[in-house]
Each structure stands twice: as structure tokens, then as C-alpha cells.
């Protein structure tokens, strides 16, 4: 058996299906892991839902943002500028979907591997990340989720230690685990730089190399930063997955044993609008 992380597939479900195939995928015997956001600005967000839903348990999924804003789109929400997330919210089967899709962890845990969109908050040791992982997820799988989705959104607080109210609590778990990049010396979260590292204002670092970090025994997984070049860090014992495949970059896979890397190139997602969340 094969593990394979992939890193954002944002909706391009036919260069998932030609990673597959380079990989030799045997649903009967490997597994996938997902770094999150499934869908949106690709244009195949339906097929890819459908399809890794239909895995089952050959597949692993975290939450990333823009899988939330799904969620909280068919919650009343409104749509951003490149969303593309139509045709999962007029399915027929949107319902079991979205269903699905609220009941996906953000942090995922293997021995000596953990999975997380964006990664794993800086101020964070590994169990005080599980910890505000469940309480995020079960509020996302409980019956009131839509109020959750509605007010989730938000800068505010930006560290850990400012999280007085539990509804705070919770949405910097959702800002770390699915948003983060940057932080400022202090650990505390910063969202509008978003380029390589390098071309960040002073004084930014991106989270893994901050030096406060909080150690885990782990290596982690993650996606969200299409921009960020380089996809392993030994000496912080970080990958990153999300090499723009949506953006006409490639699609990435680590395989977990080997810890081979294979990626495809993506050149017909190509966008004129750039890249983005």
C-alpha cells in the first residue's frame, strides 16, 4: 500500500485524474491525502467532490478555505469574485456533498505525519492543535453550523493568547489551520503578504520558520501557498504541497513512504486573474 499527499486541487478535477494515472493509483490498495481545498476557481469542483467522496475511506481530506467558503456559501453566504462553485451548489446531490464535506478534519495525524491546510499554528504544540481541531469540527458537524459559517469570517484575533470568547477560540483555529502564511515575531497571524518568502515586509517569517515555533515530532503536510516555491524544509520538517495547479502551475504528490515527489504540469488551468487564496 501506497500513501499519497496532493497538494490543492482547487477543482481541477481532469489534471487530478492525470496525476493519478502517472502515480498508478490502486483504489483497492493505496490511500490519498488531500492538503484541502478541494474546489473552487478550477471549473471541475463538482467532479472532484464526487469523485473523492466516492474513495471512502481510501481518502483522506482536510478543510481548507475555500472548502469552507463552499460551506458557508450554501449557508447563505455570499459569492466571492472568482468563485466557481455553481454547479456543486445546484447539484442534485449537493446535499450528501456538503454533508461530506462539513464532516472532513482540519488536521489530519499519522505516525510521524500531520496534515493541516495551511499548517499548524506556530504557538501551537501538537496536542493544543488537536484540541482546537476537534472543537472546530464538531461545531462544523453540529446542528448549528450555518450560524458558525456566517460569522466565521474574520481577522480578528490574531494569536492564540487573544482568544477570550470560544466563538474567538474558534475562529483563529479556522484563520490558523486554513489561512495562515506569515506571522509576526510573536506569533501572532498576518494576512496580506502573501508571496514568496523573501518578499514579505519586515519583520514576517513565514510560520514554520519562526523562531518561538512551538516543536512537533512530526513532519507536516500542508497546502494553501501556491507562491511559495521550494517544497520541503528539512530543517523545519515541513512540505509544501500547493505548487499552483489552478493557477497553470503543477499538481503535486509526496509519497509518504518513499517520500518521492511526482508532479504533472497544469498549463491549461491557466487564469488571467492570477494567483490568489
Excluded at 86 to 93: F, I, N, P, R, Y
Aim: aromatic residues 8%.
Amino acid at each position: 500500500m501506497s500513501i499519497y499527499a496532493i497538494g490543492d486541487v482547487q477543482g481541477c478535477h481532469g489534471a487530478l485524474m492525470r496525476l493519478l494515472d502517472t502515480l498508478r493509483f490502486d483504489p483497492e490498495r493505496d490511500q490519498l491525502w488531500f492538503a484541502g481545498d478541494l474546489v473552487n476557481r478550477g471549473l471541475e469542483s463538482l467532479q472532484t467532490l464526487r469523485f473523492v467522496m466516492s474513495l471512502g475511506e481510501r481518502a483522506v481530506s482536510v478543510l481548507g478555505n475555500h472548502d469552507l467558503h463552499l460551506l458557508a456559501r450554501a449557508a447563505g453566504g455570499r459569492a466571492g469574485r472568482l468563485d466557481s462553485l455553481d454547479a456543486v451548489l445546484a447539484a442534485e446531490d449537493r446535499e450528501a456533498l456538503l454533508h461530506w464535506l462539513r464532516h472532513r478534519p482540519l488536521l489530519h495525524e499519522a505516525p510521524g505525519w500531520a496534515l493541516a491546510h495551511a499548517g499548524i499554528s506556530p504557538m501551537w504544540r501538537l496536542a493544543e492543535a488537536r484540541r482546537a481541531a476537534r472543537a472546530a469540527e464538531a461545531v462544523l458537524r453540529g446542528s448549528n453550523h450555518a450560524a458558525f459559517l456566517n460569522q466565521m469570517y474574520g481577522d480578528e484575533p490574531r494569536a492564540w493568547s487573544q482568544a477570550r470568547t470560544a466563538d474567538e477560540q474558534l475562529r483563529y483555529t479556522i484563520n490558523a489551520f486554513t489561512r495562515m502564511r506569515y506571522c509576526k515575531p510573536d506569533g501572532a497571524l498576518e494576512f496580506r503578504a502573501k508571496g514568496q518568502p523573501g518578499s514579505q515586509p519586515a519583520p514576517l517569517q513565514p510560520w514554520f520558520a519562526l523562531p518561538p515555533r512551538q516543536p512537533i515530532d512530526a513532519d507536516i503536510l500542508f497546502g494553501h501557498w501556491s507562491t511559495l516555491g521550494q517544497v520541503h524544509w528539512p530543517q523545519h520538517r515541513v512540505w509544501g504541497l500547493d505548487t499552483g495547479a489552478v493557477w497553470g502551475g503543477r499538481l503535486t504528490a509526496l509519497n509518504l513512504e518513499t517520500r518521492e515527489l511526482t508532479a504533472i504540469e497544469c498549463p491549461e488551468y491557466r487564469r488571467p486573474d492570477g494567483g490568489g487564496d
